[in-house]
């Protein structure tokens, strides 16, 4: 009960302060769009290149690594929120008056997964508008958000453990770079097997790049090593909650 | 301009530079960010330029254009940060109670943004001739870079410093960041203008400056002399420059007024 409390109490702070703050509500709804509409509009002819062989068309290839991206940067966004909170010394009052400080880790949690969800409809609606085409059935459909979901919450976790040790918004690179790095080191405009050189060899060994195929696969109707994909992202999210739950620690530690 | 006004203007300037320099958060990003994208975009993209039509079979060389514009960007929020941070802090106040003139505060705060934009503009250069970048209008043109470089500075200078001084606010100018990428992306910064399928994304394009800004750059490093991209880049440019500093000084007046 007392930790269900601190969880209601840390997330509905969140979700009033990004809801009526349009400079920290704005970015992270307006970011995603503008990536979905200069790929999906922009890059478009690049379907036509030999051997790009996606069924749904590029609107739907590029809708897919959006979600993901959004996902993770909504997680990564609220990291930001927790170094702000212990910048400014709310973190600290923060901790002395919770009694199960696991809880203000999971109502974070739960904002940045309610903030992306708000994210993602939004996402979704534009692109429905823009002509997207959905081959997948609902059971898809519905795999394709757990994974973004997952994600969303690698996303968060990650940012967490970095926020909660160093506790200065001067941490938002370190949060944001490594998350950059690896969407963007994974097949975003063409499919693998059209990746040339040193992107391609890197992109085989980037987690995302799984992710980014099964859901493309599951947005089609038609996917492919789903096992691995959320197995992948499963074995992130136990990673990276050791990760956040050590970092809070650090946080205890440093009073 | 007069001695002291030239003085006024070199300590302003390089306390503009050196702030910068000083602040790893400021000075890296305009540098790094746009080399990364630009290397991710060129491996990405690279099947682009089997395109029919496509106007090199290099990506990195066509989308070599795109971190001057970017950078220029960078700098300008960052910019427009730090004068608004003079505003909150109440240095911009204090200056305003020495004999420095208005016209040397803008002068020096611009100065020190195209030296900056001069920085980038060397770097992205360098970055572009260690992969294998030829650029087809030689040294003349990358001479010519440089001077378009620093009027690309002085035109997002301005701006930055327009709304530094409108706002007066920080945060204010890191939320217009968002709003400013939109120019970015919704120009032919990837795809040539003609090979853009979807009609509505052409339109936009075509009547967004940035595309011709981008455009500029792009004909000195894949085609030559080319002169029709070269006077719209270079023409648009100064107008910006001209409007942006004319604002920013009307802002400066209103600003000092209210100090």
């Known amino acids: 009960m007392r930790l269900r409390g601190v969880v209601a109490g840390v997330a509905w702070r969140m979700l009033k302060n990004v809801v009526t703050t349009p400079s920290i509500l704005l970015p992270s709804l307006l970011f995603p769009l503008l990536f979905f509409v200069a790929f999906a509009g922009g890059l478009s002819q690049v379907q036509n290149v030999p051997g790009f062989d996606y069924p749904n068309g590029y609107t739907a290839f590029q809708f897919v690594f959006v979600l993901l991206q959004a996902a993770a940067f909504g997680g990564v966004f609220t990291g930001f929120a927790i170094a702000r909170d212990f910048e400014g010394g709310f973190g600290r009052r923060l901790m002395l008056a919770s009694p199960n400080r696991l809880g ?3 109502g974070y949690g739960v904002a940045a997964v309610l903030r992306w969800v708000l994210t993602a409809t939004l996402l979704t609606v534009v692109a429905l508008v823009f002509g997207m085409q959905v081959g997948g059935g609902p059971v898809d459909l519905v795999a394709l ?3 973004a979901l ?5 996303g968060f976790l990650w940012s967490a453990g970095i926020a909660m040790r160093i506790r200065t918004m001067q941490a938002a690179p370190l949060m944001q770079m490594p998350a950059f790095l690896l969407l963007f080191l994974a097949p975003v405009y063409v499919p693998l097997s059209l990746l040339g050189g040193t992107l391609h060899a890197v992109a085989r060994f980037n987690p995302v790049t799984y992710a980014l195929g099964t859901g493309r696969g599951l947005l089609a109707g038609d996917a492919t090593q789903v096992g691995l994909s959320f197995g992948l992202a499963l074995v992130l999210v136990v990673v990276f909650s050791v990760w956040a739950l050590r970092g809070l620690r650090s946080a205890e530690a440093a009073g | 301009m007069s001695s002291p006004l030239l003085t006024q203007v070199g300590a302003l300037a390089q306390r503009s530079v050196v702030r910068t320099a000083r602040q790893p958060a400021s000075a890296i990003p305009p540098l790094v960010f746009p080399v990364l994208l630009l290397l991710v975009n060129a491996g990405g993209l690279k099947v682009s330029t089997l395109l029919p ?16 514009i970017q950078g220029a960007l960078f700098s300008m929020i960052n910019a427009g940060t730090d004068l608004a941070r003079d505003i909150q802090t109440g240095f911009f106040s204090r200056l305003s109670l020495t004999p420095v003139r208005g016209s040397a505060l803008l002068a020096g705060q611009i100065t020190g943004i195209v030296v900056l934009g001069i920085v980038q503009a060397v770097f992205y ?13 030689g040294p003349a043109g990358i001479a010519l870079l440089l001077v378009y470089a620093a009027l690309v500075a002085i035109a997002f200078g301005g701006l930055g410093s327009f709304l530094a001084l409108r706002l007066g ?3 204010s100018i890191q939320g217009l960041f968002p709003a400013l990428f939109v120019f970015l992306f919704i120009s032919s910064m990837n795809t040539p203008r003609d090979l853009i399928a979807v009609s509505w994304f052409r339109f936009l394009a075509t009547i967004n400056p940035v595309s011709y800004l981008i455009e500029c750059v792009r004909s000195l490093i894949i085609t030559g002399w080319d002169t029709r991209a070269l006077a719209l880049g270079f023409g648009l440019a100064i107008l910006m420059a001209i409007a942006s500093l004319g604002a920013a000084s009307w802002a400066l007046g209103r600003r000092m007024e209210r100090t």
Request: charged share 5%; with cysteine.
């Open chain 1, 150 to 154: 997952i994600i969303n919450v690698c």
């Open chain 1, 104 to 106: 203000i880790v999971l």
């Open chain 2, 53 to 68: 039509g496509f106007p090199t079979d290099s990506f990195l060389a066509f989308a070599l254009a795109v971190p001057f």
């Open chain 1, 145 to 147: 958000y757990m994974l």
């Open chain 2, 125 to 137: 250069i360098s970055v572009g001739l260690l992969l294998g970048v030829r650029f087809a209008a």
């Open chain 2, 169 to 171: 606010s920080g945060e």
